[in-house]
């Protein structure tokens, strides 16, 4: 028995001792409470007048409860997304998903839950290949190790009868954002469906007239995709992507734990094969195997040339030695391992995002002409790998932010 155990029932021995010398009944309710012990226990030890050590045994999660109540005290998430990020910090955590939502509900541990769980939600199926349900996830608030704040929309596609999900990271949630993501989820599908199914979202309707906007209804029929608006309360609505949100909430527990955009990125890549990997709650089936017969109904995706001409200015570039790709007189970062590839260069308002194929990898702000523009990730990486037999990790990242704001004042400069 560990020593926490041990002090522990002490205590509630002395408790025991008091109230026997005052002639108080145990309240065993609120003593189970009190200690985190199973009521039935603590009456025995009560009845059989000695506390039996030898019965009682510590759980292997007990060294993590501080760490889940800490957590939960800074974010709201699912019991999922805990045992998610703990077996992901914690490559040691012990135990299956039902033993660790065992041990939280024995321990009173509260994870909040969100919507009105009493509404009723028939099922409601449809054949492969013909529907693909999307939503914004709209101004989701993400803050860096860093303290840096980041606010961004996830484009959440689900295709129907799979219940495969794509989730797609977006600074915007226009009309062309909406373009650019459902055109990036069918490149990734490698195929279109007969129809996407949506809610009346400001991207996609002229709320004045209740009517797909122009250049949506162009889109439609250059793709040969038919754009449909869900109606509410009926069995045809979005329920299979809403349903997504639950694994968008496994972000939360990496508040204030992740370094920059990247490691963000990373997570949201990772977020989506795992969902598709795992059996899904009504099918039984992983995403992913279901997908495989839903491909063979897909219809094959637009041409590339038809693609591109939604996406406006794309530049195919050569990533240099310098990390550096230039775009409108000012030049931005990818990562290190894109050297020597070439990437594309899309610009959305003020936003610019750039792809390795169709693989999101930098995203930066439209900065001033004869800037540098360095993302802080990408900057420590570079120079890890050229002085990292020479300098200490911390002295490195040091180095690097203070020559990232030497960058900045010459861009201040230049702009004068």
């Known amino acids: ?20 010398e005052e002639g108080i009944k145990p309240n065993f309710s ?46 709201v998430c699912t ?13 040691e955590f012990p135990g299956t998903y039902s033993a660790f939502a065992h041990y939280t509900n024995r321990k009173g541990i509260d994870f909040k839950k969100s919507g009105n769980t ?71 599908a490698g195929g279109k469906p007969k129809e996407i199914l949506t809610d009346n979202m400001s991207a996609i309707t002229n ?18 995709v038919k754009i449909r608006r869900a109606k509410i309360k009926t069995p045809q609505t979005k329920g299979k992507d809403e349903s997504a949100n639950r694994f968008i909430q496994w972000l939360a527990p ?32 992983p995403p992913n195997k279901l997908f495989k017969k839903e491909m063979e109904y897909l219809s094959p995706i637009p041409n590339k040339a038809l693609m591109d001409s939604y996406i406006q200015g794309i530049i195919t570039q050569k990533v240099p030695q310098t990390q550096l790709i230039k775009y409108d007189g000012a030049q931005y970062s990818v990562p290190k391992k894109y050297i020597g590839r070439n990437v594309r260069i899309v610009p959305e308002a003020d936003t610019l995002y750039i792809y390795d194929s169709t693989r999101l990898i930098a995203v930066h702000r439209k900065a001033k002409v004869n800037t540098i523009n360095y993302s802080s990730d990408d900057y420590i990486e570079g120079l890890r790998s050229s002085i990292s037999d020479h300098f200490e990790d911390d002295d490195i990242r040091k180095m690097a932010l203070e020559n990232l704001k030497r960058l900045e004042r010459i861009g201040d400069d230049t702009d004068e």
């Open 79 to 91: 019991k999922t997304a805990m045992y998610r990020w703990l077996k992901r910090t914690y490559p």
């Open 118 to 188: 009493s509404a009723s939600h028939v099922r409601f199926e449809t054949d492969p290949g013909k529907q693909l349900q999307v939503d914004w996830k709209e101004d989701i608030k993400f803050v860096f190790k860093t303290g840096e704040v980041l606010y961004f929309n996830l484009y959440s596609a689900t295709f129907g009868f799979s219940r495969k999900h794509f989730f797609i990271f977006s600074i915007g949630k226009g009309t062309y954002d909406f373009i650019r993501c459902t055109l990036e989820v069918l490149i990734k």
């Open 30 to 75: 609120e003593l189970a409470r009190l200690y985190g012990m199973d009521r039935h226990t603590i009456a025995k030890y009560w009845k059989e007048g000695d506390i039996a050590y030898r019965h009682v045994r510590g759980s292997p999660l007990d060294e993590y409860a501080e760490i889940i109540v800490s957590k939960l005290e800074e974010t």
């Open 1 to 20: 028995m560990d020593s926490k155990r041990f002090v522990l029932l002490q205590s509630l021995k002395g408790d025991f001792i008091i109230m026997s």
């Open 254 to 285: 990496y508040q204030n734990e992740l370094e920059g955009l990247q490691d963000l990125l990373r997570e949201i890549d990772d977020i989506e094969k795992d969902c598709n990997t795992k059996p899904n709650e009504t099918t039984k089936i």
């Open 207 to 224: 709320h004045h007239t209740g009517k797909l906007l122009p250049e949506i209804s162009q889109f439609s029929k250059d793709i040969g």
